[in-house]
């Protein structure tokens, strides 16, 4: 019982609860080797995690990107990938990079961070709750999941056609973690995000969160494939990314889900404070948004996750009724299918990383919609990838659950 409770208190990144089971297990069975290893990794874990608050400031004075100076990033004369010519972005260049990153290449760092970079300065002038209209002649597909799953993540381009003006996006969190080619996924998506300012747009996920990116995979990958420095640079960004989407001013579109109480408006997810929280605060109606699961009973139930709520068909309803929309859209979790439809058809879950984690064999979902918001729904399965496992980057603990 105590080791299940740590490996879940792991998996939530509660590191010094966990930290304590492990020590109870260990200390009843010392001579189970692989408890032992446990208990120091997470050691290791808590340990460096209190070094960084001691030498930490305060969030919203510390701003990694003010501090880049791209100019004095020079680039090599041998380096022979795309490049960003004028600081501006173009569509051949984003072609280019994706036809990169499929040949397992990677782009020259100084690209990289101008494309964090221009994403940063965007993100920071949108509101917590972004209004999305999609014009005549247009359409919106949003996708759940992708999890650093980039070979997938190029099928649903493949199958769905690149973002343009015409053909809009809206991702719905969780870009990266679990799949180990995280870092050309959102160096992707920020990308198209800079061409497209109005016809892409990015929601943020429970694991666009330092806790979960040191557990996951995320961190690690960045470090491996660029530095530290660039991964502090997509924590900062991260933080300012939306929490909530309304199209046409009927659907609503959030990573996990709804609230533990029934008053909440879309004016209080428009006023949420975001900035700054790199792991959003227990009980939160930012921890809610990007933590909550649906369940079929009515009423409120706790979560299987230990974060955010389960909530059922009665509450969804009140929460429609309340603020004068008609669907909820959401992720978050791994479906059979890549969707299902729960809530008298008024909570609609899309998952987009097929085969997830290359062991659970599920299909991957898109869902088009129109501008008389006419829903259609495409799933598609797995497609090869390279020999590179999924969370090749991760802790130790970060297969524990999914």
Known sequence: GYYRRAAANMALCRFKDALQD??????KD???????????????????????????????????????????????SSYDGPKLADGQIK?????????????????????????????????LELPSLVDVTIPQNCKLTVCGDVHGQFYDFLNIFKINGLPSEENMYLFNGDFVDRGSFSVEVILTLFAFKWLYPTSVYLTRGNHETDDMNKVYGFEGEVKAKYSEQMFELFSETFTALPLAHLVNQKILVVHGGLFSKDDVTLD????????????????????????????????????????????????TEKFL??????????????????????????????????????????????????????????????????????????????????
């Open 22 to 27: 492990f020590r109870i297990v260990a200390k």
């Open 30 to 76: 010392p001579s189970d080797t692989s408890v032992k290893t446990k208990l120091a990794e997470c050691k290791k874990i808590v340990n460096k995690i209190e070094f960084e608050k001691a030498i930490s400031v305060d969030p919203r004075q510390k701003n990694l990107a003010e501090t880049i100076d791209l100019s004095a990033i020079a680039v090599d």
């Open 91 to 123: 569509r051949e260049f984003i072609e280019d990079m994706m036809e990169c990153f499929k040949n397992q290449k990677k782009i020259h760092r100084k690209y990289a961070f101008q494309i964090i970079l221009a994403v940063r300065k965007m993100m």
């Open 268 to 315: 209080d997810i428009r006023n949420i404070d975001r900035f700054g929280k790199r792991q959003p605060e227990h009980g939160s109606l930012m921890c809610e948004l990007l933590w909550s699961d649906p369940q079929p009973l009515p009423g409120r139930g706790p979560s299987k996750r230990g974060v955010g709520i389960q909530f059922g068909p009665d509450v």
């Open 321 to 402: 009724k309340r603020n004068n929309i008609d669907l909820l859209i959401r992720s978050h979790e791994v479906k059979e299918n890549g969707y299902v439809i729960e809530h008298n058809g008024k909570c609609i879950t899309v998952f987009s990383a097929p085969n997830y984690c290359d062991t659970i064999g599920n299909k991957g979902a898109l869902i088009n919609i129109t501008p008389d918001l006419q829903l259609d729904y495409k799933t598609f399965e797995a497609v090869p990838h390279p020999n590179v496992r999924p969370m090749a980057y991760a802790s130790q603990f970060g297969g524990l659950f999914t």
